[in-house]
């Protein structure tokens, strides 16, 4: 009788390019994990911080934290620099999910069947003012970083302002407010306005997950201590990796779309004077296999 | 014929204490206002500014900003070092607000009948969007006032970790959280729970007004330049500030229990060490002549 029990394939293989690149990003990822398994902890109140914990942990992970920390080791920054950042953005991208999937009158059976959905573990009410408190949470871990004696409150309150923006309406919440309006459509609407789903999907991504991940980055090259023209350029890769993750996520893809944002992203790791390993394994986030082999579980 | 139309009844009288304090808080109040006039402007994407100025304006007005500006001003800073974080605080308990009344199928039915509610302008799904907008638009003005020549990095800082977590877990979010499992509550649970509904309420609004006031004038003093000591001192203060404005706003007083907390708020006034005249003018909050003439209106 064959076994049902699951036992994973062994390959061996020698480390190539791309299983360096894959156990840097792992690496990563382990670290964020790390840090929010110890910043998120169970306490008074229960009510609020036990579902907290459980959302951080079971919300869909994006790369943003991950560009964060990687934008700041690549303009020569250490990790811990940048891993409370990366923290506070998957905090907060937590808390927008939440509201994002929150049942209401008036969009119950709107939200796109292609997305990922979530399992609602708790009442509509715990689960609106769990994410309420979440924004407010990621913020706070970010602001209670500063060390007076480092020096960098400058920086901090730089990527906090990086961090409003890209969080609320010149963010996700105009781009969770497009998709939801494009949902509401109808075929009529759209030739009234002139614009096509194609459009309207498109301005989604860019405003969600595009802006997102150009913050992520760009605030790591913050932190980092990068010049303003490697904030600028890591910010706009940031964008390509955002509008990718878009895309996949929303099953659209591949499409050619993904292989023309590849090639802007490509197209920027030849300008810029990131000429050497590091600068690979950042770009290597474009690729397909890395975005898709990982498979990142903060659990 | 009489006329239809209000003419207000004019009194000539000298300008007596509480006149000269009631013209110092209108002068905060009005200076708060026009900061958030110029601050929050109808601008792209429309969809998401245009009810975010409703409702800052909309919102009911509490004491947490005037404190936070008046704390300032008693520890000897200047009206413009605090006026960003009042007006934050503002927008922050707007969005509060607005989530607290948004209807939701476990709570439509639920929110106790006393309380002010919100005439519903928007569409629910617009109303849960723009409150999330709105938080980190709070903290975005309260980090980009920050001026690096001014070297005060430091202190905004600190008050944004007050604000967040004020408004967080440890603070509105616990007492809304509260609000809503008191109004479940039957007096069967009740019993089970040990806990009566009078001491429900007063978790309630100790951690929502109580904090949240706590918080304004702890802001107030950290980014006036106040003492460690001056600005714990100038927190329990703003804590009872608060109570007093829960008891008020639940329409459940006046009870013994306003006067037992103004006690406490002026025994604050004899062991501290602002024995002057802005120290009269701050304390003349907790009189209700103060809180319940002036009838703020920030539109």
């Known amino acids: 009788r064959p076994s049902l029990s699951y ?92 509201h994002e999937n929150l049942p209401l009158s008036d969009r119950t059976s709107l939200i796109p069947k292609s997305k990922p959905t979530m399992y609602h573990a708790f009442k509509p009410n715990t689960e609106l003012l769990v994410a309420d408190a979440m924004l407010p949470f990621g913020l706070e871990l970010l602001a209670s970083s500063d060390n007076p004696a480092g020096n960098n409150s400058g920086r901090i309150l730089r990527v906090m302002v990086e961090m409003t923006r890209a969080m609320g309406s010149q963010g996700v919440v105009e781009g969770q407010y497009n998709e939801l309006q494009c949902s509401q459509c109808d075929d009529d609407d759209r030739k009234l306005n002139g614009i096509t789903d194609v459009e309207m999907t498109y301005e989604t991504y860019k405003k969600k997950e595009g802006r997102l991940h150009a913050c992520g980055a760009a605030c790591g090259a913050i932190l980092g201590g990068g010049s303003e023209k490697e904030i600028e350029l890591l910010r706009r890769y940031g964008f390509y990796v955002g509008m990718i993750q878009g895309i996949v996520s929303r099953r659209l893809g591949p499409t050619e779309e993904i292989e023309e944002l590849k090639k802007l992203a490509f197209k920027l790791r030849e300008v810029n004077s990131f000429n050497d390993e590091n600068a690979e394994v950042i770009f290597s986030l474009v690729d397909d296999n890395i975005t898709h082999v990982l498979g990142f579980n903060l659990g």
């Open 7 to 98: 036992r994973p394939m062994m390959v061996t293989m020698a480390m190539s390019t791309s299983n360096k690149n894959k156990s840097y990003w792992t690496s990563v990822h382990e670290d964020i994990g790390a840090h929010l398994r110890q910043a998120v902890v169970v306490k008074e109140p229960v009510e609020v911080y036990e579902p907290m914990r459980h959302f951080v942990f079971a919300a869909p992970v994006n790369m943003a934290p991950v560009l964060c920390v990687a934008a700041c080791e690549l303009v020569g920054g250490h990790r811990e620099q940048a891993i409370v950042a990366a923290a506070a953005l998957h905090v907060m991208h937590a808390a927008s999910f939440i």
